[in-house]
T-cell receptor, first 113, second 114 residues
Framework: NAGVTQTPKFRVLKTGQSMTLLCAQD?????MYWYRQDPGMGLRLIHY???????AKGEVPDGYNVSRLKKQNFLLGLESAAPSQTSVYFC????????????FGPGTRLTVT | AQSVTQLDSQVPVFEEAPVELRCNYS??????LFWYVQYPNQGLQLLLK??????LVKGINGFEAEFNKSQTSFHLRKPSVHISDTAEYFC????????????FGAGTRLAVHP
């Protein structure tokens, strides 16, 4: 039981390049989330999904797109990376109920130069 | 709108001393409250949560927290810390009907010194 996994662990991009971050969970969770973590700001929600084929915007969605074609996977895309997107990205998942807690992946450290 | 304030960005403490990490929240609806811990270069791990019932909740690693509705607080405490407790601690809230989305505080870095 791997829990929540993220690929890749590290990535360096040049401004304007694109990339996709992959999140996978093996707990059959209905809900999945993408957060970014920046110093002194905690974690902020980028996008989330409440089920296969559905996505919704979070607090800081600009510059990102997501897809959830399979229940266990949640992809985060950057179409044209900017230095402001340098951050650590965390994926999380949770059951719909009754525990309400989220389980987090190990994170992806992204640097945009 | 909901928000979370962690009143201390850094808390230095000596080993075996007690510690309290403070968290206040703002919300017009009922909330669920969480404390997560992040060790260096790792993801977040749940320490404890308050969903309903007893306002004193116990978590892993000897931590506990008390929900105070009148003061809108959820402070985290440990009676005797260890070097291994050195980490960043995040307070977070979610609310009923919110798809378990979390709103995080900025975090408190706990540094335990020998």
């Amino acid at each position: 039981n791997a829990g929540v996994t993220q690929t890749p662990k590290f990535r360096v991009l040049k401004t304007g390049q694109s990339m996709t971050l992959l999140c996978a969970q093996d707990m059959n969770h209905e809900y999945m989330y993408w957060y970014r973590q920046d110093p002194g700001m905690g974690l902020r929600l980028i996008h989330y999904s409440v089920g296969e084929g559905t996505t919704a915007k979070g607090e800081v969605p600009d510059g990102y797109n997501v897809s959830r074609l399979k229940k266990q996977n949640f992809l985060l895309g950057l179409e044209s990376a900017a230095p402001s997107q340098t951050s650590v990205y965390f994926c999380a998942s949770s059951y719909k109920w009754p525990t309400y807690e989220q389980y987090f992946g190990p994170g992806t450290r992204l640097t945009v130069t | 709108a909901q928000s979370v304030t962690q009143l201390d960005s850094q808390v230095p403490v000596f080993e075996e001393a007690p510690v309290e990490l403070r968290c206040n929240y703002s919300s017009s609806v009922s909330v669920y409250l969480f404390w997560y811990v992040q060790y260096p270069n790792q993801g977040l791990q749940l320490l404890l949560k308050y969903l309903s019932g007893s306002t004193l909740v116990k978590g892993i690693n000897g931590f506990e927290a008390e929900f105070n509705k009148s003061q809108t607080s959820f402070h985290l405490r440990k009676p005797s810390v260890h070097i291994s407790d050195t980490a960043e601690y995040f307070c977070a809230v979610s609310f009923s009907g919110g798809y378990n989305k979390l709103i995080f505080g900025a975090g408190t870095r706990l540094a335990v010194h020998p």
